[in-house]
Nanobody, 124 residues
Framework: QVQLAESGGGLVQAGGSLRLSCAASGRTFSSYAMGWFRQAPGKEREFVAAISWWSGGTKVYAESVKGRFTISGDNAKNTVYLEMNSLKPEDTAVYYC????????????????WGQGTQVTVSS
């Protein structure tokens, strides 16, 4: 049974940093892509970043986070990280990680597995 578990969320002031982790278990994820998405109250889930381990670590980012967020992965630990710097109040959301077979995608509908989410709150 595949499980994804996010951690690392919290309350931070604008301009601060947080690092989210997503620990995957239940199978070998070397042929998978992992993505981070977020959903703010009253808004639809949106893509944040994704990494594809099988293709040498290809990374893609949403324009809104490019230059501030960094996605990385540790194959040995089956864990994906999202380093978030220069946080803004508009980054406040529940952050979810997802896993899909194959290449990265910005479409949440293509992801097969999801974690329970972790809350990130950025105060102004």
């Amino acid at each position: 049974q595949v499980q994804l578990a996010e951690s690392g969320g919290g309350l931070v002031q604008a301009g601060g940093s947080l690092r989210l982790s997503c620990a995957a278990s239940g199978r070998t994820f070397s042929s998978y892509a992992m993505g981070w998405f977020r959903q703010a109250p009253g808004k639809e889930r949106e893509f944040v970043a994704a990494i594809s381990w099988w293709s040498g670590g290809t990374k893609v980012y949403a324009e809104s986070v490019k230059g501030r967020f960094t996605i990385s992965g540790d194959n040995a630990k089956n864990t994906v990280y999202l380093e978030m710097n220069s946080l803004k109040p508009e980054d406040t959301a529940v952050y979810y990680c997802g896993a899909k077979y194959g290449s990265t995608s910005r479409a949440g509908s293509e992801y097969d597995y999801w974690g329970q989410g972790t809350q990130v709150t950025v105060s102004s």
